[in-house]
Nanobody, 116 residues
């Protein structure tokens, strides 16, 4: 069965950094696009970053460009989100997503709180 397990969330001061990890199992990881979404209280879920399975091409929300970096390790079945220069408005639950054709699976989420 598909399983996505996020880790690396926590509390950080503005300007700080965190790295999220998402370990995947139960499917052929290298065939799936991997994405990070986030959802803040009272707001809609938004796509933060995505990475293609073969080309490694990445895409980012305008709000995180230049600060966040998504990467993947197809040997370790893991996708990462390096978050630098964090801002209070980055506070949210960050969710890992695996997508291929009509199949979309989600992790349970990792809380990221940016506050002084």
């Amino acid at each position: 069965q598909v399983q996505l397990v996020e880790s690396g969330g926590g509390l950080v001061q503005p300007g700080g950094s965190l790295r999220l990890s998402c370990v995947a199992s139960g499917f052929t990881f290298s065939n799936y696009a991997m994405n990070w979404y986030r959802q803040a209280p009272g707001k809609e879920r938004e796509l933060v970053a995505g990475i293609d399975p073969a080309s490694g091409r990445t895409n980012y929300a305008d709000s995180v460009k230049g600060r966040f970096t998504i990467s993947r390790d197809n040997v370790k079945n893991t996708v990462y989100l390096q978050m630098n220069s964090l801002r209070p408005e980055d506070t949210a639950v960050y969710l890992c997503n695996a997508k291929r054709l009509w199949v979309s699976s989600w992790g349970q989420g990792a809380q990221v709180t940016v506050s002084s």
